[in-house]
């Protein structure tokens, strides 16, 4: 019977294993199928490669975001404050250089905004550590109070006039023909990824992410990286909020982040069924960024109506998540 069982076991091993196979590499199956589609329906415009770059620049401030949110869900931490953190990026900038040309420089006002951002991002981790409210409240919260400072501040008026063209390099200027958005995006992207994959910092982010308590007993102190992950998501936010602003030339007080809040989480959930299933990784998001972005590209090269991307958005979301807790129920 030992033996039979021993075979049998053999045999499971040695055989494909379609689900596993789908849950590991079935995003980046539909990302290579999504290429050939709209490529030879689109051969005259989709697979070349100014479109790509194109693709890339309209996704790199979804990107930006979405990789500092990926450090949060590292964590087990949901940020829904970045939307508003966007718009504060934006706009604190804008009104810095708009009010005072001639005592705060570019690098400065965003430094200064960054700043703020990070602060506030501190500031949440602290509430979530110290006062064991969720992250979800405390954020949601905090999104909710910044978008009204947002309003109160500006008067709800659009700073439209005054930005010096130093600012509006950041998102309308090229190196080589490659959009600075694109560079910002991937230099993030690294950074990041160096971090949670080659520090100590992002050893103890996924350890705390996959048992907080066992953490804590193996003695990390695990109060402390909330603040950590939750400003670096901040940051993240207000850079691209930052970016907006300087591809729009305007500094909006309100809005900026709200489209990219549902495709940032989208990004990355749909990055942790790529490569390393169930677990958050800037890889995997950068995938699913590039995904949401080729179809959003694909559709509207083909003419297909706006509301199909949302939907599409969607059912890509869920198909995802399931693909995404597949394994984790199989290994249960």
């Known amino acids: 019977m030992s033996a039979s069982a021993g075979l049998n076991g053999s045999d499971r091993k040695a055989g494909f294993d379609l689900p596993a196979w789908l849950a590991r590499y079935g995003t980046l199956a539909s990302l290579a199928a999504l290429l050939i589609v709209f490529s030879v329906a689109r051969s005259d415009v989709f697979p070349t490669v100014d479109n790509l770059l194109n693709i890339m620049n309209q996704v790199s401030i979804l990107g930006t975001m979405a990789f500092g949110l990926t450090v949060c869900l590292v964590m087990g931490l949901f940020d829904l404050s970045i939307a508003a953190m966007a718009t504060l990026g934006g706009y604190v900038a804008t009104f810095l250089l708009v009010q005072y040309p001639d005592t705060i420089s570019v690098p400065l006002a965003v430094l200064i905004s960054l700043a703020i951002a990070g602060a506030i991002g501190v500031f949440n981790g602290l509430i979530v550590s110290y006062l064991g409210i969720s992250a979800f409240i405390a954020t949601l919260a905090t999104g909710s109070i910044i978008t ?7 008067n709800s008026k659009t700073i439209i006039t005054g930005i010096p063209d130093e600012f509006l390099v950041i998102g309308q200027g090229s190196v080589f023909g490659v959009s600075n958005p694109i560079l910002i ?148």
């Open 148 to 154: 009204g400072a947002m309003l109160g501040i500006s």
């Open 185 to 332: 995006m991937l230099a993030i992207g690294v950074i990041l990824w160096l971090l949670l994959e080659h520090t100590q910092l992002g050893r103890h982010l996924y350890a705390i992410g996959g048992s907080a308590e066992a953490s804590r007993l193996s003695g990390i102190a695990v109060k402390r990286y909330a603040p950590i992950a939750l400003a670096i998501c901040a940051g993240c936010a207000g850079l691209g909020g930052l970016m907006a602003a300087s591809v729009l030339g305007a500094g909006r007080p309100q809005g900026v982040g709200d489209t990219y809040l549902l495709n940032a989480f989208a990004a990355v959930f749909i990055g942790a069924s790529s490569l390393r299933p169930g677990k958050f990784h800037i890889i995997g998001t950068f995938i699913g960024v590039m995904l949401i972005g080729i179809i959003n590209n694909g559709l509207s090269v083909m003419g297909v109506p706006t509301y199909w991307q949302y939907i599409v958005q969607g059912v890509l979301l869920i198909i995802a998540l399931f693909s995404a807790g597949l394994l984790t129920m199989r290994r249960r």
